[in-house]
């Protein structure tokens, strides 16, 4: 069975940085896209940033402060956010999608406030 688990959530001011990372297990990792996905209290989910091989897509809301990484070795994604605003605030998800698989991890919380 794959398992995605993040962790890194937490409470930051705001301008501060939070490095979230999620963890695949039970599935040879390097198949999937991965992404981190956000959905703020009455909000839709929406995507953040995404990988896929060497192609990588970020929301335009997070251009210039947050940035996407995986490695394959530690069957690993992180997302590293710097600057981080009152609005970034909301829960964060890990997606795992390869073909007819689409696997989502429990979320973390990520609060900015002063």
């Known amino acids: 069975q794959v398992r995605l688990v993040e962790s890194g959530g937490g409470l930051v001011q705001p301008g501060g940085s939070l490095r979230l990372s999620c963890v695949v297990s039970?599935?040879?990792?390097?198949?999937?896209?991965m992404g981190w996905y956000r959905q703020g209290s009455g909000k839709q989910r929406e995507l953040v940033a995404a990988?896929?091989?060497?192609?990588?897509n970020y929301a335009d809301s997070v251009k210039g402060r947050f940035t996407i990484s995986r490695d394959n070795a530690r069957n690993t994604v992180s997302l590293q956010m710097n600057s981080l605003k009152l609005e970034d605030t909301a829960v964060y998800y890990c997606n795992a999608r390869s073909g007819p698989l689409n696997i989502w991890g429990q979320g973390t919380q990520v609060t900015v406030s002063s």
């Open positions: 039970g599935s040879p990792f390097n198949i999937y896209a």
């Open positions: 990988i896929t091989g060497e192609l990588i």
